[in-house]
Structure formats: structure tokens, C-alpha cells
């Protein structure tokens, strides 16, 4: 009988250290290196990144929707962030996106917008007549406004035409991954 019982024991203790283990494994972020950052996995579509401001200590944390890593195919113009970054900022959308683009636009806004970051007013439009939206185009590009186009092309990329800002891809999901490439960028964190 004291035999069957250890037996029990152990078996028991094995089950529940395999229990554990695949719990803790499961709940365990997964945390790589990204450009010389630290990432967050901490959901299949959670990437989180650590990253300092100018003169503060303190890490901040930004999430994005994709593996910085899966996105370094996409080309971003180099210094994009001067033409954003001015009294304000239209994202404006073309009439053959659907709201799934507005991912995209909450992408950028969330890192434009944020006051520790820029600071920059984020308004959303659209190129075309629709309700009471503001239509806004490349055409309306100032010294103090910026536009950046969000638009659907044969290619994936981000880049400027006359002073505006175009965020393309051959699909929607790709619009959203070209903003997330574009955030990163200007942040800079993406690898240039």
C-alpha cells in the first residue's frame, strides 16, 4: 500500500509540475530586442516598446498591432517627420478605404497626438464630399498644416508627394502596417 501511494504522489507531482510549467509558459511575455529596444509581446497582436524621452529617466511604453520585425520590409522616405510635424495635422482617407483604415489613423494619431510625445493636433478628414466630414487633399497643405493620405497601391510604403504625406499599401491591413512603419520611423525606432 505505501508503495501505490508514493506512486500516486509522484505522479501527482509530476502532472502538477507540468501544470505549472504550462501555465507559467502561456502567461510568460515574450521579450525580444528590436533595433537595440526592448519589445513586449504580451498578446498575439500586443507588441509593446520600451523607450526613454530626452532627459527622463522613467521608460515609456507605446503598443502597436504588429512585430516591429515583420514591418522592416516597408519603405519609409527618410525625414518625414519634419513635414508632419507642424501646427496641425489632417489624416485624411480616400474613397475606397473602409473604416478598417481607420486603424491606420488611430495608429499615427496615438503618437502624433500624445502630449509627451509631439503634441501635434490630429484631425481626421476625408479626400472626397461625405456628410459634415471636412474633405482635405493634398491641395491644402500649408506652412502650418500638414496632410498625410492614407490610400490604397500597388506597393506598401510611406513617402512625400508636394509636401504630403502618403501612407499606401495594396490592401487595408498593409495601410495599417505602413502607419505603424511610419510611427515607428519618426519615433526612431524602426531600422533605417
Not at 474613397?95 to 481626421?124: D, M, Y
Amino acid at each position: 500500500m505505501a508503495k501505490k501511494q508514493i506512486i500516486i504522489i509522484f505522479i501527482v507531482l509530476i502532472l502538477g509540475l507540468g501544470a505549472y510549467y504550462l501555465y507559467n509558459s502561456n502567461n510568460r511575455e515574450n521579450v525580444f530586442k528590436y533595433n537595440g529596444y526592448d519589445i513586449y509581446q504580451t498578446a498575439p497582436t500586443v507588441y509593446n516598446i520600451k523607450f526613454f524621452l530626452k532627459n527622463d529617466i522613467n521608460p515609456h511604453y507605446i503598443s502597436i498591432r504588429y512585430d516591429p520585425r515583420d514591418l522592416d520590409y516597408i519603405k519609409v522616405e527618410p525625414d518625414l517627420k519634419q513635414r508632419l510635424l507642424r501646427d496641425e495635422v489632417y489624416i485624411t482617407l480616400s474613397p475606397e478605404l473602409t473604416s478598417e483604415s481607420v486603424i491606420g489613423v488611430a495608429e499615427i494619431a496615438k503618437i502624433v497626438g500624445n502630449q509627451f510625445l509631439f503634441n501635434t493636433p490630429v484631425k481626421t478628414a476625408l479626400t472626397y464630399k461625405k456628410e459634415d466630414i471636412s474633405v482635405i487633399t493634398c491641395d491644402n497643405v500649408t506652412v502650418k498644416t500638414s496632410v498625410m493620405i492614407l490610400q490604397l497601391a500597388e506597393k506598401t510604403g510611406v513617402y512625400e508627394d508636394s509636401d504630403c504625406i502618403i501612407v499606401e499599401g495594396p490592401t487595408e491591413e498593409e495601410i495599417i502596417k505602413a502607419s505603424t512603419k511610419f510611427i515607428l520611423d519618426i519615433l526612431g525606432i524602426a531600422k533605417k
